[in-house]
């Protein structure tokens, strides 16, 4: 097994928090509940990382998607401990270590000022979380691993208030599309690629 993405995620905040209850197809997160995000190949492989990890902790699988090449867990808990013990059983049953993941890496990052109301309304038609209004700032990255990009979402929302309007956590890319106030969204944008180039691991 290729350990991908591993993230943790201490204190889910209110918009992205939503945003899971919105497409989870598991036991929905609550707000300020901790988060592990865990992303791996090959896809099947990512059952018998659940298994193990809801065995050994208390913690609460939200999202189980099973792909041929990648598979994401991602689990939550109130207590950090145990969300914690969750990674903690599923690395030892990959014989990995935290640092055995891979690094971020940025692959596009936009800012759209003064956004069109036509595109302001083809965005709000895919977005499953909040809205964007016309003449408002657009922030668009996207990350691989995809895994990384709720961790992204999580710290743009932690650092400014904006909206966040869609993350996608998932498959061979990771997406994060935020909006609000040009300056706001500078502050969440560097925000969110502050936190990814700090996260450690392999090339």
């Known amino acids: 097994m290729q350990l991908r993405t591993f993230s943790f995620i201490d204190i889910l905040q209110p918009q992205v928090t939503g945003f899971l209850q919105t ?3 598991g036991f929905m997160p609550l707000e300020e509940q901790a988060s592990l995000f865990v992303e791996i190949a090959p896809g099947i492989a990512i059952n018998e990382l659940t298994d193990v990890a809801l065995k050994r902790t208390a913690a609460t699988p939200g999202m189980l998607i099973v792909e041929r ?8 808990h109130e207590d950090q401990g145990q969300v914690r013990e969750a990674g903690a059983a599923i ?6 270590t935290e640092h055995d993941r891979m690094k971020p890496q940025v692959i596009s990052n936009e800012i759209i000022t003064g ?6 309304q083809l965005i709000n038609r895919m977005r499953h979380g909040n809205m964007i209004g016309e003449n ?7 990350v691989r691993p995809a895994g990384y990009a709720a961790i992204a979402a999580n710290e743009a929302e932690k650092a400014a208030p904006i ?18 106030p040009e300056a706001n969204i500078q ?10 180039a700090d996260l450690k691991g392999r090339s």
């Open 115 to 120: 956004l069109e109301g036509y595109q302001s």
């Open 187 to 196: 502050e969440a944008a560097r925000a969110a690629e502050h936190v990814l």
């Open 163 to 180: 909206n966040v309007l869609e993350f996608r956590a998932f498959g061979a890319f990771g997406r994060i599309y935020l909006g609000g």
């Open 69 to 76: 090449a990648y598979g994401l867990l991602e689990l939550h």
């Open 91 to 96: 690395l030892e049953r990959m014989g990995l």
């Open 136 to 142: 408002e700032a657009l922030y668009v990255l996207e």
């Open 23 to 25: 497409v989870c197809p």
